[in-house]
């Protein structure tokens, strides 16, 4: 391997920078020195993306001032030509025009993509290179992750200060291919590589825990300059990028859609709360042999398994604990030392946690609405605890079937206004945002002292706004969410849960959601009316009550029923479990479905 010697202005420039450099884009000048200025404060390092200007060439006094006013900044100057995935529609000659000036505007080093460094006369690149600015040469794949050395090597003819290598991952094993390809250049301390894509979305992270010099970042959410940049405070906040290193356990959470998961802002919280050195990542596939490749060669310690895996996972798992094998569904993998993965379903307590903070579940009678994987894990975990559970489903056959499986009872639309309930838990995807199914229960159909949906998203469901209306305690789908995984992180670390802070973000994160998606209506035209923001929603505070209370009662609709005691007291906040218990391997005897061998 070759020694990569950097030159005086190498060290002066890897002394200024930081491992996240934050990309600016913008239609105008003043909107990009806008965006950097609010961003240099927190992110000194700043990619200035030239090439979504029209006129970059006049835009370079701006710059000089914005230099001039923050000293703490590092900028690299970007005007990539629209053949190499840029926006600059210009020559070679008027990129390399732009580019030569950038040193006399302030910036620090610029971004020059290998074709056009190839294109160049050696002369023309000297040009460059005499003004003193940093070289970075990079190159990106929109198509695949490939040929990552020999694009190296193409770079590294030049001597550039940086060597950029971003290739695109169509799948998670390119981050394994990326990251093998980091580890064996360990000599060289100059090299940026980061898989585009959002399958990619783990080598922004893990590149720099192998090796990668920095990574970029994009601004804002939604100001994304690549696909599947993160922006910049996800980066440094959630995932704490400036402190991962070798010795970071990684945790994901697995399956498609992925990118909107609230998974890793509430897990990284957790570990982040308690010192553990971890970092949790979303992991996008839909393929259960891309997942465990990573798996076992980054080694991922332990996975949040959801939609389409919970159920193909099983037969890849050493053992499952018994009401898993049951219910026919994993969302929880622990990786022990010997590199055996163990199956946990923590959908189960995440039901029947919050019920039981509320009422004794034995013999208690409890309606499922819907027969999917959550209704399954409801059923199962409730029979577990000797309630007697009746199920409605769209597809009877489905819900006579799972009853047969359980030991329970079906029952028709029609008889719910006659049968009380304990409670009734909505285990269907009605209600959920952008679901557009009516409702499936109506007032007279509540004959409940407890209202449980599943649907986390929006808080405020029309199921919770019925029972609201009718002064009928409820419990939201967060609380589930949270439970769910409080448990996970037990597993995992052995540690009690910091489950108030976790509720805590993930209550923010959906409230932001919210607040993004109403403006976005908002926006779009005054046809376009925002979603009604919820009652409970009204006051957003970071330190609102963890768990649904029963709210106060409605000044006017219907009168609450006299059977609809608030039987949960006001709001028990989720507390950390006393003890939790150690990473226990699943005591069941190997599942039905043993490890593949
Ligand atoms: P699933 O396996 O796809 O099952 C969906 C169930 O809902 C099926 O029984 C389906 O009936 C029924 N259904 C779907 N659309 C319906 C409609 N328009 N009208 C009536 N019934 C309908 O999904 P899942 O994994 O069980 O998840 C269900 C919901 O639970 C999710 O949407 C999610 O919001 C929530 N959930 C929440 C958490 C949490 O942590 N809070 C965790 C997991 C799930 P058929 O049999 O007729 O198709």
């Known amino acids: 391997m070759r020694l990569n010697v950097p030159g005086i202005a190498s060290h002066f420039l890897r ?9 600016i884009a913008g239609a105008t000048p003043a909107e990009m020195i806008e965006k950097a200025s609010s961003v240099v404060k927190e992110t000194p390092f700043l990619e200035f993306r030239l090439d979504y200007l029209e006129k970059p060439l006049h835009a370079l006094p701006r710059f000089r001032q914005f230099f001039a006013d923050n000293t703490v900044a590092t900028g690299i100057a970007t005007c990539r030509r629209v053949a190499n995935g840029g926006k600059f529609a210009g020559s070679l000659a008027a990129e390399l025009e732009v580019l030569t000036k950038c040193a006399a505007a302030g910036f620090h080093l610029v971004d020059l993509e290998l074709e056009s460094a190839e294109g160049l006369k050696k002369s023309d690149l000297q040009k460059l290179r005499d003004t003193g600015i940093g070289l970075l040469i990079s190159h990106h794949d929109f198509t695949g992750t490939r040929d990552l050395d020999s694009i190296f090597n193409r770079i590294e003819a030049f001597h550039p200060d940086f060597i950029k290598v971003v290739p695109t991952a169509r799948a998670l094993v390119d981050n394994l291919t990326l990251i093998r390809f980091l580890e064996r250049m360990n000599d060289h301390s100059n090299i940026i590589g980061i898989c585009m894509g ?41 995932y704490r990028i400036e402190q991962v290193d070798a010795a970071t356990k990684v945790y994901g959470v697995a399956g498609n859609p992925i990118r909107s998961s609230l998974s890793p802002i509430m897990m990284n919280t957790a570990f982040r709360r308690e010192t553990v050195n971890a970092v949790y990542l979303a992991l996008q596939t839909t393929r259960l042999s891309d997942l465990l490749k990573l798996v076992h060669e980054i080694p991922i310690q332990g996975i949040s398994v959801t939609m389409p895996l919970k159920r193909e996972i099983l037969s890849h798992l050493e053992r499952t604990d018994p009401l898993s094998a049951r219910i026919g569904a994993c969302n929880t993998v622990l990786r022990a030392q010997d590199g055996k993965l163990y199956g946990f379903n923590t959908d189960v307590a995440g039901i029947t946690g919050p019920l039981e903070k509320r009422m004794p579940l034995a013999g208690a009678r409890v309606l499922v609405l819907g027969a999917g994987g959550a209704a399954r894990a ?146 779009s035209g005054p046809e376009a009316k925002p979603a009604a923001r919820p009652k409970s929603e009204a006051k957003s505070r970071p330190s609102a009550k963890p768990v649904a209370k029963p709210a106060a009662k409605p000044k006017s609709g ?21 003890k939790a218990k150690p990473p226990a391997k699943p005591a069941a005897g190997k599942s039905a479905a043993k490890a593949k061998k």
Not at 15 to 23: E, G
Not at 407 to 414: A, D, N, Q, V, W
Not at 462 to 470: E, G, K, N, T
Not at 558 to 578: E, F, M, Q, R, V
């Open 198 to 238: 959002d399958a990619g979305i783990i080598s922004r992270v893990l590149g720099v825990r192998a090796g990668s010099a920095f990574t970029f970042a994009a601004a804002t959410l939604g100001e994304e300059t690549g696909p599947g940049q993160i922006a910049a405070r996800t980066l440094i906040e959630t």
């Open 378 to 523: 409801a059923v199962f975990g409730l029979r577990e605890k000797g309630a007697s559970v009746f199920i409605l489903n769209r597809t009877a056959e489905t819900a006579q079937k799972l009853a047969r499986q359980s030991g329970s009872k079906t029952i028709r639309l029609e008889a719910l206004a006659k049968t009380p309930f304990d409670a009734i838990i909505n285990a269907t995807p009605v209600g959920m945002a952008g679901n557009k199914a009516a409702p499936l229960l109506e007032a007279k159909d509540l004959n409940t002292k407890l209202v449980f949906d599943l649907v986390y998203n929006p808080l405020e469901t029309p199921l919770i706004h019925l029972a609201r209306q009718l002064s009928i305690p409820y419990i939201t789908g967060v609380e589930m969410f949270v439970h769910q995984g409080a448990r996970q992180f037990e597993i995992w670390t052995g540690k009690p849960a910091p489950e108030e802070e976790m509720f805590r973000v993930v209550l923010h994160a959906l409230r932001q959601q919210a607040e993004l998606a109403a403006a976005e209506a908002a926006e």
């Open 558 to 578: 219907p009168k609450p029923k006299p059977s609809a005691k608030p039987l949960a007291k006001k709001a028990d906040k989720p507390k950390s479990a006393a």
């Open 15 to 23: 002394s200024r920078i930081t491992k996240v450099c934050v990309a």
